[in-house]
């Protein structure tokens, strides 16, 4: 079956990727099913232990919003929706990148309220074929359980958000590193409370809280700036999309072109392009402005809409003289 975004068909090598990145969803949902499970049955009363059971329940919040995402972007544009759907990716991003602050401001602010009483947290023992079993041995045993997995699918999500350039993915892949992260500082918390330092728990379960804070706020801010149509940038919002440059380079190399500048949008998975041209002789044909669409489409497969529009002078956003310089050459 042929995958696609919206209107855009995906390269066959693509369509492979996307299929793999379905599968490693499909199986993060599976494994957090039991890790919640397991940590809920040995939750105990440690912070730090609260903090992996949250943040693990936290993270199936991305898998599931990229398995409806994917759906729901494959529906067709129409007139009530002439754009399509990918703005549910952007939609998915922010309702996950919401859930992730939500859960580090509360984990830090339990946590601290917990540290500031000088509540003495305990750690029971229970009884297992007859034996007593200190129960912070089977805190640190299902914790251990949770640390390599997020470790690869982490990296394996990185790789391939890259490639489909889906920022929930991406912030899956945030989130599998912060998750191993708080499982190896949980097991520092246990230990604290096993020898005796009542606010080691408390302490980790704070640092846990404000990596997941920071996640989420890192996540908050991308997601809104793309929803507001800020420039495309790269999937991990380090630098502008290198789409923007491929596109005003190819448009000012064509022979009838005197200057030219693009404003580009993230739109989820693909980029919508809105070039400015200015023709040299001050006017252009159809058949020109056609050569130039094509063109810019075929640099990539992200490329799903793009508008031409002849002008006579660029926008200042598109490098374009500013109003400052019209108003002075004006005067």
């Not at 420039?231 to 000012?252: C, F, G, M, Q």
Request: hydrophobic letters at 50%.
């Amino acid at each position: 079956m042929t995958r696609r975004f919206g209107r855009t068909e995906l390269p066959p090598e693509l369509q492979d990727v996307l299929k793999r990145a379905i599968r490693i969803e499909w199986i993060t949902i599976c494994f957090l099913v039991v890790t919640t499970i397991l940590l809920g049955l040995v939750l105990g009363n440690s912070q730090a232990m609260k903090a992996a059971w949250l943040e693990d329940l936290l993270s199936l919040a991305p898998p599931i919003a990229f398995l409806v995402a994917v759906r729901v972007v494959n529906r067709p544009p129409s007139a009530r929706y002439p754009y399509g759907h990918h703005r549910s990716i952007g939609v998915a991003h922010l309702v996950a990148a919401v859930a992730l602050t939500a859960v580090g401001t509360f984990l830090i602010v339990d946590s601290l309220s917990g540290l500031f009483r000088a509540e003495h947290p305990t750690i029971g023992s229970v009884v297992i074929f007859g034996q007593q079993v200190w129960l912070g041995w089977l805190m640190i045993g299902a914790l251990s359980l949770t640390v390599v997995p997020p470790i690869i699918f982490g990296r394996i999500k990185m790789e391939l958000a890259e490639q489909l350039h889906d920022k929930v993915l991406y912030a899956d892949a945030d989130m599998n590193k912060a998750d191993w992260m708080t499982a190896a500082g949980s097991m520092l918390g246990v230990f604290g409370i096993g020898l005796g330092i009542w606010w080691a728990d408390a302490v980790v379960a704070t640092l846990i809280g404000c990596s997941i804070l920071w996640d989420g706020y890192k996540n908050l801010k991308a997601a809104i700036t793309d929803l507001v149509d800020s420039r495309a940038t790269t999937v991990d919002d380090s630098a502008p999309h290198p789409l923007i440059r491929e596109v005003n380079t190819y448009l000012r190399s064509l022979p009838w072109v005197e200057a030219a500048g693009a404003r580009v949008r993230d739109e989820g998975h693909v980029l919508h392009v809105e070039a400015f041209v200015v023709p040299e002789s001050g006017k252009v044909r159809l058949e020109q402005l056609l050569e130039a669409r094509d063109g810019c489409i075929d640099l990539d497969w992200k490329i799903e809409d793009i508008v031409i529009v002849p002008v006579e002078e660029l926008p200042e956003e598109v490098g374009g003289p500013s109003r400052e310089r019209q108003s002075e050459r004006s005067g």
